[in-house]
Nanobody, 121 residues
Framework: QVQLVESGGGLVQAGGSLRLSCATSIRTFSSYTMGWFRQAPGKERLFVAATRWSGDLTLYADSVKGRFTISRDNAKNTVYLQMNSLKPEDTAVYYC??????????????WGQGTQVTVSS
């Protein structure tokens, strides 16, 4: 069973930065596509970013392009989300997900428990 544990969330002022981490128990981590979604209160869970197993192909939601960067360390079985120039509308619970590329992009992969990010204005 895949275990994903997110960390790094917190409270930050608008314009600030945070780095989220997602540690996994996946034995063949390097073969998985990894991604991040977020869910604001009362809203649906939305795609944020994804990276293919090799890390050479990344995909971002338009709302975070140029501000967020997804990366992975296959030696540490960990994926990161560097978030810069944060805005109040980035406030949400951020979830890590793992699976095939289709599973990640469709939101049908494995999930972590989420980490709260709150951006104050």
């Amino acid at each position: 069973q895949v275990q994903l544990v997110e960390s790094g969330g917190g409270l930050v002022q608008a314009g600030g930065s945070l780095r989220l981490s997602c540690a996994t128990s996946i034995r063949t981590f390097s073969s998985y596509t990894m991604g991040w979604f977020r869910q604001a209160p009362g809203k649906e869970r939305l795609f944020v970013a994804a990276t293919r197993w090799s890390g050479d192909l990344t995909l971002y939601a338009d709302s975070v392009k140029g501000r967020f960067t997804i990366s992975r360390d296959n030696a540490k079985n960990t994926v990161y989300l560097q978030m810069n120039s944060l805005k109040p509308e980035d406030t949400a619970v951020y979830y890590c997900t793992a699976g095939t590329a289709n599973e990640v992009l469709r939101g049908t992969g494995s999930w972590g428990q989420g980490t709260q990010v709150t951006v104050s204005s």
